[in-house]
């Protein structure tokens, strides 16, 4: 037993040393996890007191982790000499000197594989680059832990020098170790094809950012981006490079605004793939489509951008029911009032004039002139029943009947409008009165005229009878008699209104 220990519980408030050569050497190219195991396990090897009891399972347990991980990150650092196993079952491992294990006085039984190997990773950068200790044993854990064959590794390494530099970054490089590991390559042949895919993504993401002017080497980022554009949504590189110039004029041009108009290319085009040719084509005809839609956005007043789906949507909606120059039109004419100045009014518009057949400029100006004179004509009528209302298309219909079907002249049409002053609906009141001339063959304001005058004396009061009976004295006020026959045809409401109007 021995003569001392230390008491657990003070565990907590003590402290653990850690080399500044662990820091600058080991921890930086570890794999994610393993650092906290090597502490973890550092603390409770300095208080031994404070690990009684304590297994692998119990330590993944406090760290949240899996045992595996816990077991793979201890045989990592066994490979860089910081750690050593002394037992199986169950497992326990003594820490060693992080100067000793850089310095090599350490004694460890060689691992020949992995000398091998690190051997065969070092001339891959000769002088240019000196690798950590944690660097090589990462390179070997891709090795043991996710197997990879050596050379598929080594292959890897190597094609990441030749595209990034001697200086990328290890840890990095695990994103593309797993891309290796999901599409399952496993053999030498299919890692040649994987990286001569890979060699051709650099080139290419390196080519466009020669062409919006960024002269530095491609992110992995950049290169995904690239692969996707090109493997997962068809076009083809000298495509991608043609739609550079959509970024003309944009004050930062970079892979996310072009990874933007890519897509919205994509989706116009029902997700086809696309070569250069294509896409030129494509992306004149959307630029063609955009300056029409200009157009009209400017007619009617609208600061709307003209490559938003929806304007782009509305328009191509319209143009199915209306050729371009007659939308133009349409656009003119909501822009001259503030409450129809809109994209649902323009749509609108559009519809009524379809629906009535004018599909041409031509039809349309000689439409618009003949609402100019209708709404003329209707203000004049207004002005005559002393009316202040304003032109509605109900009104238009009436005057295109009175003057089209009926054939009332203008003359006529002004001088009935006098009779319905004060009435409450004077329209409904004045084609009443059209209708009666019409059955009556008047059509001239004189004749007009003089039916009015013959109808107002037909109507005035008569002279007494007779005695008139006994009335009490809330009767006593003038009335009159009235044929029906006279107002044969019109309702009990139109009757009363004519005999406001005879009186």
């Not at 064959?149 to 170790?177: D, W």
């Not at 250069?276 to 709307?304: C, K, M, N, Y």
């Amino acid at each position: 037993m021995a003569l001392f220990h230390t008491d657990q519980t003070g565990v907590l408030w003590d402290a653990v040393a850690l080399p500044n050569a662990f820091i600058c050497e080991y921890m930086p190219s570890a794999p994610e996890g393993y650092v906290k195991v090597y502490l973890y396990g550092l603390m409770y090897a300095r208080f031994p007191a404070a690990a009684e009891g304590l297994t692998p399972e119990a330590l993944a347990r406090e760290l949240g982790m899996e045992e595996s991980e816990v077991l793979a990150a201890f045989q990592y650092w066994e490979r860089c000499r910081l750690v050593t196993r002394t037992q199986d079952q169950p497992p326990r491992y003594a820490y060693l000197s992080v100067q000793q294990a850089m310095t090599g006085r350490q004694a460890a039984p060689a691992d020949e594989p992995y000398m091998q190997f690190a051997q065969a990773l070092y001339a891959l950068f000769g002088e240019k680059r000196k690798l950590h200790g944690g660097e090589t044993q990462l390179c070997y854990e891709w090795v043991e832990q996710l197997g990879l064959p050596r050379e598929v590794v080594l292959m890897l390494v190597q094609h990441l020098i030749t595209t990034r530099g001697v200086h990328f970054s290890f840890q990095k490089a695990q994103k593309l170790v797993l891309d290796l590991l999901e599409r399952n390559i496993s053999t030498l042949e299919d890692a040649e094809q994987f990286f001569a895919r890979s060699q051709a993504a650099w080139d290419g993401t390196r080519k466009i950012l020669r062409r919006i002017s960024k002269f530095r080497e491609p992110t992995v980022d950049e290169i995904d981006l690239y692969l996707k554009w090109t493997k997962d949504w068809g076009f083809t590189p000298a495509a991608v490079e043609s739609a550079c110039a959509e970024m003309k004029g944009a004050s930062d041009p970079n892979f996310k605004y072009l990874d933007g108009i890519l897509r919205g290319i994509r989706e116009r085009s029902s997700r086809k793939a696309t070569d250069a040719d294509q896409l030129t084509r494509q992306v004149e005809q959307e630029r063609d489509e955009a300056d029409r839609i200009r157009e009209v956005l400017r007619a009617a007043g609208l600061s709307l951008s003209a490559n938003q789906e929806l304007v782009r949507g509305v328009y191509r909606d319209m143009l199915g029911k209306l050729p371009h120059e007659t939308i133009v039109l349409a656009a003119r004419e909501i822009s001259r009032k503030k409450k129809t100045q809109s994209l649902d009014k323009l749509a609108e518009l559009v519809d009524a004039w379809s629906a009535r057949g004018l599909t041409t400029a031509q039809a349309v100006e000689a439409y618009l002139e003949q609402l100019r004179e209708h709404n003329e004509l209707l203000r004049a009528l207004f002005t005559a029943m002393g009316w202040g209302k304003l032109p509605t298309p109900k009104d238009r219909d009436l005057l295109s009947k009175w003057r089209g079907e009926w054939g009332f002249a203008d003359g006529l049409l002004c001088k009935a409008a006098e009779y319905a002053v004060g009435k409450t609906a004077p329209m409904a009141f004045l084609d009443k009165v059209l209708e009666r001339y019409r059955a009556c063959g008047i059509a001239t304001p004189e004749a007009a005229e003089a039916d009015h005058a013959q109808r107002r004396e037909a109507y005035q009061p008569k002279g007494e009878a007779g005695r008139p009976g006994k009335t009490v004295l809330e009767q006593r006020y003038g009335q009159r008699d009235y044929d029906p026959a006279k107002y044969e045809g019109l309702t009990p409401e139109e009757i009363e209104e004519v005999k406001r109007y005879d009186a």
